[in-house]
């Protein structure tokens, strides 16, 4: 015979089933999400960068590549066709004005030199000869022009003694017309040798003018010669370093060719580049700042060069400090222009996970654990980025390059 269930009895058991069956999800709810948390990607924390959103000055920049070039420097060229017989000092030697750097083949321009001053010694001797001829054609001209004067004259005396004689019967018309014509005669041919001695004075003061100018020449290429002679000892033009040197003896040089350089290293200038997107960016008087290892040099852009080439803008900056102990002659170092500043911005540590673009995401770090959050950035350098939006002061982001981690929301950081 059944018995009659107890209704307290049934709800006890209803709710023990109840209680069961939660207790049951619970257990498999704190699985899986035990199980989901431990399956979640992670990143060793000593294999990352970290840097904390703070306050403070963020000063925009156009990266560019400079190059440390001395102030002035001057450059040897070989002052003839020669070869390269000796060198006596070597790059990065100090020397004062005159020191001897190296010795040219002097052969060559010996012989020019000998063959100058051979063909000098004969227009010399031309002049010489000329003079002795000017005053031998004069002397004899003018004797003759003096001969000449004298038949007209004798010619004239017969010329009146003839038309004397007419008068009185003693001679005919003929004879004092033939008288005429031989003063006629005479008096042109005076003339002539009037002309001739004229010519003679002017033509021949003009062939030594023209000999005397030769000379001058010729002096002027012995005058030059010689002093390419004794260019073929290569010397230090002023007092510096010896910054480089054609070390290849033997070697045949073109005049013109460089032989060295000598440049004065107390005082230096900088030559740098950066890519043609930032030229509409760049303009004189900017400031800039010049990185060498633990120091850090400002100056200004003085000049912009009008030309761009491959793809680069060049442009030259004055050091407020050019004579720094620590710059040296083509010292290749990273140089930051200036072009704005923000004062009291959000900022953070520049790192690889910057890669341009004003918006991008970055992992903050909170409680072990690095979610990514979007950003907005807006002046950066070298240094660091300013935060315009998505972050606070205070907050702890990673700046390391995450390209592996592109896909993921989140990672869990591993302390060991």
């Not at 004239?156 to 003693?170: F, N, S, T, V």
């Not at 005076?190 to 003009?206: E, P």
């Not at 290892?293 to 060069?305: D, F, N, Q």
């Not at 002061?393 to 592996?404: K, M, P, Q, T, Y």
Request: glycine letters at 6%; proline letters at 3%; one cysteine or more.
């Amino acid at each position: 015979m059944d018995r009659t269930l107890d209704p307290k009895d049934i709800n006890r058991r209803r709710r023990n089933r109840l209680l069961g069956w939660v207790g049951l999800g619970a257990v498999l709810v704190a699985v899986i999400w035990f199980g989901l948390k431990m399956l979640r990607p992670t990143a060793a924390e000593d294999t990352l960068r970290f840097a904390t959103v703070e306050r403070g000055e963020v000063v925009n920049t156009i990266n560019a590549s400079a190059l440390v070039l001395p102030a002035f420097e001057e450059q040897i060229n070989a002052p003839v066709a020669t070869t390269i017989d000796e060198v006596l000092l070597t790059a990065g030697t100090a020397v004062q004005a005159g020191d001897l750097l190296m010795r040219l083949d002097r052969d060559y321009v010996q012989l020019q030199l000998d063959s100058r001053r051979d063909q000098l010694a004969v227009k010399e001797n031309s002049i010489g000869l000329l003079g002795l001829e000017y005053d031998r054609d004069l002397k004899e001209l003018s004797y003759n022009a003096e001969i000449k004067k004298l038949e007209l004259a004798a010619a004239r005396a017969a010329l009146a003694d003839a038309r004397r004689l007419l008068e009185i019967g003693g001679a005919t018309q003929e004879e004092v017309e033939a008288a005429e014509l031989a003063v006629r005669i005479s008096e042109l041919e005076s003339h002539k040798l009037d002309n001739q001695l004229d010519y003679a004075r002017n033509s021949l003061a003009g062939r030594k003018r023209q000999l005397q100018l030769e000379v001058g020449m010729e002096e002027k290429e012995v005058s030059q010669l010689s002093r390419r002679l004794r260019e073929t000892e290569v010397r230090a033009p002023r007092a510096g370093v010896v910054t480089w040197v054609n070390e290849n003896i033997g070697q045949q040089v073109t005049e013109g060719t460089a032989l060295a350089r000598v440049a004065n290293l107390g005082r230096y200038k900088v030559e740098a580049s950066c890519s043609d997107r930032y030229a509409d960016q760049l303009a004189v008087g900017l400031p800039v700042e010049l990185r060498l290892p633990g120091e850090r040099l400002t100056g200004t852009v003085s000049a912009i060069l009008p030309e761009v080439t491959e793809n680069l803008v060049r442009f030259r900056v004055d050091l407020d400090n050019p004579a720094h102990t620590d710059l040296r002659p083509n010292l290749r170092t990273d140089l930051y222009v200036i072009t704005s500043r923000v004062e009291d911005a959000l900022r953070v540590k520049n790192g690889p996970v910057f890669r341009g673009g004003r918006s991008q995401s970055v992992f903050v770090v909170r409680d072990g654990e690095a979610v990514r959050r979007d950003i907005r950035i807006g002046a950066r350098n070298g240094d660091y980025v300013e935060v315009e939006e998505g972050l606070q002061a205070g907050d702890r982001i990673v700046i390391s390059d995450l390209e592996a981690l592109k896909d993921l929301n989140a990672f869990k950081l591993d302390e060991e």
